[in-house]
């Protein structure tokens, strides 16, 4: 088998991108430090054609070549918005109407392959810190979390690895993929 070139790929313009209609879900990153995390959400979200990307608190926002880095380019296709306060950002959110997700391992979690995503609903994803996770301030505000179930020895996921394992389960569910 060939591998394919970029012609064969037919990827979009920034500009068709932008005028394509997007998938129901809002990534939020609360306080993520790692620039090639922030970067490397970016570009997940234009694979899977997620609606923007809230920035919150410390995280980080472009331009910078440190998330260009792993975006490679994504930051310009991807709509996104910074918040100073992650709650705030999670307030104006469920007042739109999002079903506010955080990704986090609680107690009473659901686990990521029995989260029905409903169709015509309208979803908030939130993914934090890499070292505390999200705000306990934030999963107090949320209306579920959800977890990635793990067998290995380590208890977490790179957030970049569990943000798009979690954006691949709304895309997936909501046949995008098809």
Request: overall charge negative.
């Amino acid at each position: 088998m060939d591998k394919k070139t970029i012609w064969d790929l037919g990827r979009d313009t920034v500009e068709v991108f932008r005028a394509k209609a997007k998938m129901p879900l809002v990534v939020v990153l609360d306080n993520i430090r790692s620039l090639n995390n922030i970067g490397s959400v970016f570009r997940t979200s234009d694979a899977f054609l997620v609606e923007r990307i809230m920035l919150c608190g410390i995280t980080a926002t472009p331009p910078s070549p440190e998330i260009h880095k792993t975006a490679l380019g994504a930051e310009d296709s991807v709509e996104w918005q910074y918040f100073e306060n992650t709650a705030d950002c999670i307030a104006r959110l469920r007042a739109q109407g999002y079903t506010v997700c955080a990704l986090e391992q609680v107690k009473g979690s659901i686990p990521l392959q029995d989260f029905a995503v409903e169709p015509g609903g309208r979803y908030a994803l939130v993914a934090g810190h890499e070292v505390h996770g999200v705000s306990q301030e934030v999963v107090d505000m949320a209306d579920c979390c959800i977890e990635i179930p793990q067998c290995g020895t380590k208890h977490s996921l790179n957030v970049s690895v569990s943000a798009a394992l979690g954006i691949w389960h709304f895309f997936n569910a909501l046949h995008l993929g098809r």
